[in-house]
């Protein structure tokens, strides 16, 4: 589970988690800038350039991204131009692709052009530019700048093909960023879209206010964070080859949603503060309680640590495993109890379950505590008969679950993987442990009856198997 911060806009655009709006935080003196370079270019009847400069990371970029969605009574959406587009091609692009004039203004933006030395280029872009604009008074285009010598040269350019309304005094624009009292506020709503918490990444609000106040732009700000995150998650993560660590908790149809009380929407993975309240009386509950005064033994920090995610099996699906993969002699119990073997059905229930969706990577988008349709007493006598004998038999019944995982998922190497695997420390077990498109997962299998299948139930086995993995690869003190 590796938690991108973005430092710049592009990152954002880029990314599947984040959705942009709700992560700008409005700055009033920039948009009073745009403003007004709306105004000028309605004055003067002619469209303008814009040059935006400013620290490397103080937020250029998103300030126009910024006007557009802040100011949409006034502005359209913004028009980027591609990096791609070659500098001598970007006016004729412009031309080609841009949208018809309107009410509003429109913001070109022409992002990732730092620097040139093609004099001749620029002039020439200019010059074809400074036609177009004189008949749409509507576009704005906007170029961010980090070089004071070089915005310099590029205004000193267009004004002497179209002069000062090419160039007015307005479009020489210095963005400020968002102010540092507003930083931690842009973290906590990209932590609100990436679902995560500063206990799952071993920090606290101190280490949050150090960063803020060592760097000076809202960008370094991030990237200090992601450089955080980064040493305390992912590099201790190969530094100490963890495992990625899979809990399977099989029971019947209400398992599913007594998971998701503990589980996030999508990627599955274990929320710690529901575990602690689910079970905060148990003696893993108490012995967590005691580590999560430090950020680095927190429950939440262990869980990303080992990305802990937890899935589930119904019954049926537990069933026709055994009646497909199992041992002989419980074969034939399941039989004479009335389930006989078949392979569509075992293909179809083990498709129904999240276990299987988070094999195929498809995630769980709702999470719902309702348990949805019925399941009949003949598979559920079946599960029941499986399920009393998970504490003698629990190798075999974990093998046949994952050898039907493995015949519907190529990918799943069951038969090439481990079983009961000793972890190198007394008591410390891994029911299973199985690669799964190249790396390695650690599958600790729980087996509940119909009475046990509760959130208490559950959190307390997961905060138990995580003590034993914390002790065993000491990410936690005794």
């Not at 899979?246 to 209400?254: C, L, Q, Y």
């Not at 093998?399 to 190529?410: G, H, R, S």
Request: aromatic content about 8%.
């Amino acid at each position: 589970m590796t938690v991108k911060i973005p430092t710049r806009f592009e990152h954002i655009q880029k990314s599947a988690q984040l959705q942009s709006a709700p992560l700008i935080v409005t700055v009033p003196e920039d948009m009073k800038k745009f403003e007004i370079l709306r105004r000028t270019s309605e004055i003067q009847d002619g469209g303008l350039i814009a040059f935006l400069s400013g620290l490397s990371g103080c937020g250029k970029t998103t300030s126009v991204w910024s006007a557009s969605i802040n100011m949409s009574d006034r502005f359209e959406a913004v028009f980027p131009v591609p990096e791609t587009v070659p500098l001598r091609e970007i006016s004729e692009w412009i031309k080609e692709n841009i949208p018809p004039a309107s009410n509003k203004s429109l913001l070109v933006l022409l992002d990732g052009r730092e620097a040139s030395d093609d004099t001749v280029g620029i002039k020439q872009f200019m010059a074809s530019l400074n036609q177009f604009l004189r008949s749409r008074s509507d576009v704005i285009i906007c170029w961010p700048t980090t070089s004071d010598e070089w915005k310099n040269e590029l205004i000193s350019t267009a004004r002497s093909i179209g002069g000062s309304s090419l160039v007015p005094a307005s479009a020489d624009v210095t963005i400020s960023g968002p102010p540092k009292s507003s930083w931690n506020d842009v973290l906590e709503r990209l932590f609100i879209q990436l679902d995560q918490r500063l206990e799952d990444l071993g920090m606290d609000a101190g280490s949050v206010s150090a960063s803020i106040h060592e760097n000076d732009t809202v960008g370094d700000f991030l990237g200090s964070m992601r450089d955080q995150i980064a040493s305390r998650v992912d590099f201790v993560q190969v530094s100490q080859d963890l495992p990625e660590l899979i809990f399977v908790v099989t029971s019947t149809s209400a398992v599913v949603g007594e998971a998701n009380r503990l589980r996030r929407a999508g990627s599955m993975v274990l929320k710690a503060e529901e575990l602690v309240g689910y079970s905060s009386r148990s003696e893993a509950g108490k012995w967590w309680q005691e580590r999560n005064q430090n950020p680095q033994h927190h429950l939440a920090y262990t869980i990303s640590l080992f990305r802990a995610k937890l899935v589930t099996m119904t019954p049926s699906s537990v069933v026709y495993a055994i009646a497909e993969y199992g041992p002989k002699d419980m074969r034939e119990h399941i039989k004479n109890l009335g389930v006989k073997k078949s392979p569509k059905n075992a293909e179809v229930t083990f498709k129904s379950t999240d276990f299987s969706k988070f094999i195929s990577g498809a995630g769980m988008n709702e999470l719902t505590s309702t348990t949805k349709g019925q399941t009949s007493d003949t598979i559920l006598n079946a599960y029941a008969y499986i399920q009393g004998l998970s504490s003698k038999r629990h190798k075999v019944i974990n093998q046949a679950i994952c050898a039907l995982a493995e015949q519907n998922f190529e990918e799943f190497s069951a038969s090439r993987g481990k079983f009961e695997v000793d972890l190198g420390e007394q008591n410390a077990y891994a029911d299973s442990v199985i690669a799964l498109n190249g790396k390695d997962l650690h599958l600790e299998f729980h087996h509940l009856s119909a009475a046990r299948c509760k959130a208490a139930s559950i959190s307390a086995y997961s905060m138990e198997k995580l003590r034993v993995y914390s002790n065993n690869y000491n990410i936690t003190p005794r």
